[in-house]
């Protein structure tokens, strides 16, 4: 049974894998497609190939233990995606070929029409291969532990001579992740909103629940930059373009964390609503603000009308973020998608800016540019093509790290 010793298997097998954003990988590999074309992946993917086809020959054969057979199905469940969208890609190819042979045929007038639907087929053809070239990648690279889970968004503004574009900048931000809850059909529950004197917003945070939440919104934290010149406030007086940040933070909620948190250990304060809530705002003291002494981390909610349901939404947010905390220790030797988040919030590590007078968003991990801006803010269509090139970017990035380390591996062994 060679092929439980195999290395490559380990792909599959994995629980994470280091995402980098190399600009020498990216140059290499932009999009699935190139990655495909990519001897080491060729082989690897053939070698998979032949796994399987071993993997279903030995459950057909029936003379194995019980045991080997439990451990093959699982293996046979691994690769049979991946085996079968290699094998509509070989065959899509195949077809290409075929049609390319055939079109250099064509070259009279009276074949002018038939040359046209070649080439129309052979595009339709090239659009297939590269949906199933990003369909292949997903099936490669592992999900990550939290990709399904709910998470908790914060946006926080962030600090300029005329901090009002940071605030009105933070509101729409804001905005346009309950917009895209709203599109992708996900559920946005507003924890606690503290909106700015003049129509902005400090900071707020949102539970966001649904179908691979996480795997969407987990590269949208970082720093945010904006650069407009300001419709309101006493900077639209100048007339002149301010740069402003904002910073969102996204933390995965695991169903169950394991995190105690010893009542001794907080300060509890409750106090009157500051944001769109009902009738009960600023009228009864609802919102709860809870320190945890140990760490100093602070989180409010003022969600609900009832002091009690904001403390245990309040509690269950500190805990995700006791847990965060401790994830980050075990990985404090490695890359995750954390790190991409944090920093300093600097404008130096800004991982997008939002252009308002070139009309431009720019991706800076991806070199990404997007046009309409008041599309990507609307929360819809344009934004989750722009969140789809970041996860295709993240897996491909790591199937390339994945397929350099091996090659490594195999030239130190030769």
């Not at 990519?38 to 233990?65: F, P």
């Not at 695991?254 to 705002?281: N, S």
Request: neutral net charge; proline residues 2%.
């Amino acid at each position: 049974m060679g092929m439980h010793n195999w290395g490559p298997k380990s792909l599959l097998d994995t629980a994470r894998l280091t995402l980098t954003f190399s600009s020498r990988l990216r140059k290499k590999h932009q999009d699935s497609r190139g990655l495909w074309k990519h001897e080491a992946m060729q082989k690897y993917l053939e070698t998979l190939s032949k796994e399987y086809q071993r993997v279903s020959h030995l459950l057909n054969a029936g003379s194995i233990s019980d045991f080997e057979e439990k451990s093959l199905k699982r293996r046979h469940a691994d690769l049979s995606p991946v085996a079968a969208v290699f094998q509509e890609i070989k065959e899509a190819e195949r077809e290409v070929q075929e049609l390319e042979a055939m079109c250099k045929e064509l070259d009279s007038r009276d074949e002018k029409q038939l040359l046209e639907l070649a080439l129309e087929e052979k595009e339709t053809l090239d659009k297939k291969i590269n949906t199933l070239c990003k369909k292949l990648f997903q099936n490669l690279v592992p999900k990550e532990k939290y990709d399904g889970s709910p998470v908790i968004l914060e946006v926080t503004a962030g600090r300029t001579t005329g901090g009002d574009i940071c605030q009105q900048f933070t509101k729409e931000m804001f905005e346009m992740y309950q917009n895209y809850a709203d599109y992708k059909s996900w559920t946005f529950d507003i924890l606690n909103y503290t909106p700015a004197e003049i129509g902005g917003l400090h900071h707020a945070a949102a539970q966001i629940s649904g179908d691979d939440v996480y795997r969407h919104l987990k590269y949208e934290g970082g720093t945010h930059r904006v650069q407009r010149i300001p419709e309101t406030g006493l900077s639209s007086r100048m007339q002149r373009i301010h740069t402003g940040t904002m910073s969102v933070i996204v933390l995965p909620q695991p169903e169950e964390v394991d995190i105690k948190v010893e009542p001794k250990d907080l300060r509890i304060d409750t106090f009157r609503a500051k944001g769109a809530g009902g009738q009960h705002v600023n009228k009864t003291d609802s919102a709860v603000r809870i320190v945890h002494l140990p760490t100093g981390l602070t989180v409010e909610c003022q969600q609900e009308r009832s002091q009690q349901m904001n403390r245990e939404i309040a509690l269950r947010t500190l805990r995700a973020k006791l847990y965060q905390q401790v994830i980050e220790k075990q990985f404090s030797q490695e890359q995750s998608a954390r790190k991409l988040q944090l920093g300093t919030r600097a404008q130096s590590e800004r991982i997008r800016t939002y252009n308002f007078t070139q009309d431009r968003v720019t991706d800076h991990r991806i070199s990404y540019d997007a046009r309409n801006i008041k599309e990507i803010l609307s929360g819809k269509e344009a934004l989750d093509k722009l969140i789809n090139r970041l996860l295709e970017f993240a897996e491909v990035e790591a199937l390339t790290e994945y397929l350099e380390n091996l090659q490594s591996l195999e030239r130190g062994g030769s």
